[in-house]
């Protein structure tokens, strides 16, 4: 995530004008900006939240964002003109069975501690408002 986090910061800055601000590089090409916000949110992580909270938060973060992207079968098969594009052997199985494992895993790591999935989706709703806020106008 060091590497692929500053350039996704930089893509979201070229590919929605209203982050112009987070595509800024230095003169070798790398993602400056994106780099300090990331250091920067680490700092954050650091400072205010113990090294197994970091690892429950990111591991829960990361869990809902693949479930998400997974549940996304579901739909491009149903709006896309040829069904037959989005094959997935044995479907509709493995991405039902990939998304209440890791339902599962996502209950079981915050059972104990409840405030993980309330941070996990603190930061999804930050970024849908980022999401709304930046539009798709411009690209």
Same mark, same amino acid.
């Given at each position: 995530m060091t590497i692929a986090g500053p350039r996704v910061l930089e893509a979201m800055g070229e590919d929605y004008p209203k982050l112009r601000f987070l595509s800024g590089k230095n003169r070798f090409g790398m993602p400056f900006t994106g780099m300090l916000i990331q250091t920067g949110w680490a700092l954050v992580l650091v400072l205010f939240s113990s090294f197994k909270e970091i690892v429950q938060y990111i591991s829960v973060s990361l869990s809902l964002s693949a479930l998400l992207t997974v549940a996304g079968i579901f739909i491009l098969r149903k709006s896309a003109s040829d069904p037959g594009a989005f094959r997935v052997p044995f479907y509709p199985w493995p991405p039902? =069975?990939? =998304? !209440? *494992? *890791?339902?599962?895993? =996502?209950?079981?790591? +915050?059972?104990?501690?409840?405030?993980? !999935? /309330?941070? +996990? /989706? #603190? *930061?999804? %709703?930050? #970024? *849908? %408002?980022?999401? /709304?806020?930046? #539009?798709?106008? #411009? %690209?």
């Open positions: 039902v =069975i990939f =998304i !209440i *494992t *890791t339902l599962w895993m =996502i209950v079981f790591a +915050t059972a104990n501690d409840y405030q993980i !999935i /309330l941070y +996990t /989706l #603190g *930061t999804l %709703v930050m #970024g *849908t %408002v980022l999401y /709304l806020f930046a #539009g798709r106008s #411009g %690209v």
